[in-house]
């Protein structure tokens, strides 16, 4: 691990301070290895040091969104609510960050620009927006599958003089719309979860929704002590219990399909999972995400609950998703968003009826007449999974860029690695279960494969790996035609690359289920790396 010029030289460069970066640093520690991390923001969180939107709130239960790597952190940190609002995550990561001493290899406020690999000398050559230029033998991506946000192009939007915001970039010391008139434009889990908290702010609230989701209660709540309790004192079983599941949460998975039992129990059953919350939902029968008519149904229960809560009726037809199946645009998580529209100050604009024409300077035009707004809040999603890592210039063998072997969607065996890319990782990288799991769990997978594969290398005395490309294209083509037995590739989501203009149409994850991926990877541990070639030194 020589220094192959005077730019500053370590082992390894991680990017991104979310929970996938942090972990990864500590693992590279442990293994005695001098990393550098940078991060964009001007803290650790990621995700939750970003998305401080009124609101924002965690979907996987408290007890389960959370490391599970450490004992004694799992024992002793506090939660408060079921679901972990963003504030208590973040004060949550930073004392993870504090605990294990993580900060002094952390640079904040810089983003890493480039990545180039040189061939001669085998090295990561990164450079940031600060001027850094650093060299390291590996280079690994925890940039996040959701952290490259996306404001829509829309006619005019330059010259709104209103406050403009985005959920993903909400100003860290709060804004204040007490009385003012807002305007919300998406309703996915990020819109869904601050349209009931803007409503208690705003004097008027417009939400513009161009598609309805589908949304289950959270019946979010405080988390009495004796019940964490409880569960610390069986933690590891839960979490071995999380990791053999698809998941990896432990959600109520069925194990009956929706035509095996009658219609009163079917009902009965929908009723239950909405009265538990939360996107346990999703698994209340074992078919509903490969047989439309079952989806169909379950799809209908909630369209009915939204017709029972919203009492005009012309505004429950516009906010029942309809023409696509339900969980296949990520199930959302909420309180009390569809009573929301039952205030008199908040209006829901039916973009596929009247879409924006443009901004103006005090407001929005539609087909269907102008508003006038204050401020307006964009809840429009990520280039997601792929959006960070290509807005890194990243250059592997020959100086290909990754977003152009990646033009025609993402390549990487088992979503880690990139054949062409030596010692180049991806944490939660595309063809992995990551957004589809607790990405902790994932997470936490992945570091420790990556550092046992580190581990290997040196106890072998190799300087160089690389994923194969035959492999690499056998896991592309398995993660799609997993993607074609379901109903996920009927509609048009980020999980699609959909919602992103020009990007391929791939679906991202891999939908096999945590447990067997997880197995797949273990596999390819115990025969060796057979998929993976090795080198002890620089290229000839
Ligand atoms: P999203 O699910 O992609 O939703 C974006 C919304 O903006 C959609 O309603 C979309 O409509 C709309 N939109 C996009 N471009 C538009 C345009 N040009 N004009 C009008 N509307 C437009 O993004 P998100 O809500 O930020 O959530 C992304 C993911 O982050 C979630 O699915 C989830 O995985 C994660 N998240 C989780 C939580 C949680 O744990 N509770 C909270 C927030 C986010 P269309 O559907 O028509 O495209």
Redesign the pocket.
């Known amino acids: 691990m020589s220094n192959t010029s005077a730019s500053p030289s370590y082992d390894a460069v991680v990017v991104g301070a979310g929970f996938a970066g942090l972990y990864m640093l500590h693992k590279l520690r442990q293994l005695g290895l001098r990393a550098r991390l940078y991060e964009a923001g001007d803290g650790v969180g990621g995700t939750w040091f970003w ?1 401080r939107y009124p609101g ?5 239960e408290s007890m389960q969104y959370s490391y599970s790597f450490d004992e004694a952190l799992q024992q002793e940190w506090q939660w408060s609510e079921r679901y972990p609002a963003q504030r208590e995550i973040l004060s949550y990561i930073n004392h993870v960050a504090d605990r294990f001493a993580l900060r002094p290899d952390i640079q904040l406020e810089t983003r890493v620009l480039s990545a180039d690999f040189e061939e001669a000398h085998a090295r990561w050559r990164v450079r940031t927006d600060q001027g850094d230029e650093v060299t390291a033998q590996f280079f690994i991506s925890a940039a996040g599958c ?1 952290s490259a946000a ?1 404001t ?1 192009d ?1 006619a005019g939007l330059d010259d709104f003089a209103g406050l403009r915001l985005h ?2 970039a909400w100003p860290q010391e709060g804004v204040d719309l007490r009385g003012k008139r807002v305007g919300v ?7 869904i ?1 601050t349209i009931p908290q803007l409503a208690q702010q705003a004097g008027q609230l417009v939400v ?4 309805p ?1 589908f949304s289950i209660p959270a019946w979010n709540r405080p988390l009495p002590e004796q019940e964490q309790q409880a569960w610390k004192q069986n933690y590891q079983a839960h979490r071995e219990r999380a990791r053999n599941s698809r998941s990896g949460i432990l959600y109520d998975y069925a194990q009956r399909a929706t035509f095996e039992v009658d219609e009163a129990e079917r009902q009965a059953e929908y009723e239950r999972r909405w009265r538990k919350g939360g996107a346990n939902f999703n698994h209340c029968f074992n078919d509903i995400f490969v047989n439309a008519k079952s989806n169909e149904l379950a799809a209908e229960f909630v369209r009915e609950k939204i017709r029972a809560i919203v009492t005009d009726p012309e505004a429950a037809e516009r906010l029942s998703p309809k023409g696509y199946a339900l969980g296949t ?2 199930l959302c ?1 909420d309180t009390d968003y569809y009573a929301t529209f039952n205030l008199p100050h908040v209006q829901l604009h039916d ?1 596929q009826a009247a879409p ?1 024409e443009r901004f103006t300077a005090t407001g929005l035009q539609t087909a269907s007449g102008d508003y006038a707004l204050d401020a307006v809040v964009f ?4 280039d997601a999974v792929t959006g960070a890592i290509e807005r890194m210039e990243i250059r592997g063998r020959q100086q290909r860029l990754l977003k152009d072997k990646w033009a025609a969607g993402p390549r990487a065996y088992l979503g880690l690695m990139v054949a062409d890319y030596p010692n180049f990782f991806m944490v939660t990288g595309p063809g992995s279960p990551s ?1 589809l799991t607790n990405v902790i769990v994932s997470i936490e997978q992945h570091v420790e494969w990556i550092a046992e594969l580190l581990a290997h290398m040196r106890a072998q005395q190799q300087q160089l790996v690389e994923a194969q490309t035959e492999p690499e294209d056998r896991w592309v083509r398995h993660v799609a035609q997993v993607a074609e037995g379901t109903l996920f590739t009927t509609t ?1 989501s ?1 999980y699609m690359g959909a ?1 992103v203009p020009g990007k391929p149409r791939v679906f991202l994850p891999y939908g096999g289920g945590f447990h067997i991926y997880a197995a797949l990877c273990r596999e390819e541990v115990a025969a060796g790396y057979p998929h993976f070639t090795f080198s002890p030194g620089t290229p000839a």
Not at 379 to 382: P, R
């Open positions: 998305n924002a709130r965690c979907d996987v959701l996306r829509p829309m959920t993903s434009i998406g309703t996915g889990s990020s819109g979860q513009f929704q161009r598609t989701n645009k990520r998580v973009l924006i809840a429009t999603g990520f957004i048009n980020w919602n």
